[in-house]
């Protein structure tokens, strides 16, 4: 990844914008999540919209007070579509987000992507490689602890990247998805021996 004029500037406000957030499964500041996606991302595409994407992918989802609005004035409507993509998304005007099961907004999710953009595509792809390698690791430090602050199963979240990823089969045509499907499959088995 060549660090551009525009990536710089992302990574300072998607660190600004996370700042004091914890990743739910360890105790690592936020923002090693859409960094390392980033990083994931450089591997598959030299695309700077998608990297970008990338780097702020969580922000409208995760950072209170910060809309879509705000992410077209800062990023443009381009580098706003492909987050939104990816973002269950709030509403400024309606909490009802708030009040949905995991297993709707999980399945939103996946009828989303079906339609989505190919750059949303490579955004998903590298945030469940990233995410599957997160809970494997936090499972091996932590065990069960790992997914305390979690309102779903491992089987669950299991059955969730495995859908992303029968998606990501279908629509996308790139190598970050065999990428996936390994990481996928080693999660399964890891999970069935742990």
């Keep these: 990844m060549k660090l551009t004029t525009n990536i710089q500037k992302t990574i300072i406000k ?52 910060y809309y879509e609005a705000d992410m077209k004035r800062d990023f443009g409507e381009k580098i706003t579509e492909i987050v939104k993509g990816v973002s269950e998304v709030k509403d400024p005007n309606n909490n009802l987000n708030e009040k949905e099961t995991w297993l ?25 490689i990233h995410n599957l390698n997160s809970m494997m690791d936090a499972y091996e430090k932590r065990g069960e602890k790992s997914f305390e602050n979690f309102n779903s199963s491992i089987k669950d979240r299991l059955w969730y990247h495995g859908e992303v990823l029968n998606v990501l089969k279908e629509r996308l045509d790139n190598k970050i998805v065999i990428e996936l499907e390994d990481r996928y499959k080693e999660a ?3 999970f069935k021996t742990a």
């Design 14 to 65: 998607s660190a600004v914008l996370h700042n004091g957030q914890i990743r739910k499964e360890s105790d690592v500041p936020f923002i090693i999540h859409p960094y390392s996606v980033a990083v994931i991302l450089s591997d598959y595409t030299d695309d700077e919209d998608t990297i970008i994407a990338g780097l702020l992918h969580d922000v409208l989802e995760d950072v209170p007070n």
């Design 188 to 190: 399964e088995k890891f």
């Design 104 to 128: 709707y907004r999980k399945n939103k999710y996946v009828d989303r992507l079906k339609e989505d953009s190919k750059e949303s595509l490579m955004v998903s792809a590298a945030d469940k």
